[in-house]
Every structure is written in structure tokens, then in C-alpha cells.
């Protein structure tokens, strides 16, 4: 099993949400082709509801521990509650260009 379907199983299973997105991005930086390291997570539920942001990243952090201890170098998150995500019409920032490790 991917390291990415292992992330889209873990969140599907304790977060229930409503959209769930996984983006390998690995291939934006300077890694071995087909590398698993560097992750997009987009995922909104109801259960982010009067949570603030670091305790939204704290949640998700403490469902992927495994992941996070060696298996990902990095990982952005955007968390939204169900308004939010509507608020937003379902856009969130796209990731910045791979500014080291040689890449240009």
C-alpha cells in the first residue's frame, strides 16, 4: 500500500469528512522519481468546528505519527470546517515552487 493511501485511509477512517484531497507533490522537488515524501492535504469536516488552526494541524499530526516519524518530509495541510470550505468555494492556496535541492 502507497504511503498516500495509507494517508487517505487513516483520515477517512477518524475524520469522516466531507471532501477529502491527497496530492503527492513529491515529484515539485528534488527527489527520486516516484518518491512518497512531500504531501497536499485537503480536508474539511464538521469536526474542525471551533477549532482553531493549530489544533486542527495537532489533530491530523496525531492521526498520521507513523507517517510523519521518517515516511513524509512535509506536509501541508489546509483544514476548513464545511462553511469555510463553502466560503471559499472549495479553493485553497496552491504550494509554492521547490526552492531548494537544486531544483529551478
Known amino acids: 500500500m502507497t504511503i498516500q ?4 485511509q487513516k483520515l ?3 475524520m469522516q469528512p466531507d ?11 528534488n527527489v527520486a522519481p516516484g518518491s512518497e515524501s512531500h504531501f497536499k492535504v485537503t ?6 468546528n471551533g477549532k482553531m488552526l493549530i489544533a486542527r494541524h495537532r ?12 515516511k513524509i518530509h512535509a506536509l501541508a495541510l489546509h ?9 471559499r468555494a472549495g479553493k ?6 521547490c526552492m531548494g ?3 529551478s
Not at 5 to 8: M, N, P
Not at 59 to 70: C, D, F, K, P, Q
Not at 79 to 87: A, G
Request: net charge negative.
Open 5 to 8: 493511501v495509507q494517508i487517505e
Open 12 to 14: 477517512q477512517n477518524a
Open 19 to 29: 471532501f477529502l484531497e491527497v496530492l503527492n507533490e513529491s515529484h515539485m522537488h
Open 43 to 48: 480536508l474539511v469536516s464538521s469536526q474542525f
Open 59 to 70: 489533530l491530523i499530526n496525531g492521526i498520521l505519527a507513523e507517517e510523519l516519524n521518517g
Open 79 to 87: 483544514t476548513l470546517t464545511p462553511d469555510e470550505y463553502f466560503e
Open 92 to 97: 485553497v492556496a496552491e504550494s509554492p515552487l
Open 101 to 103: 535541492g537544486g531544483k
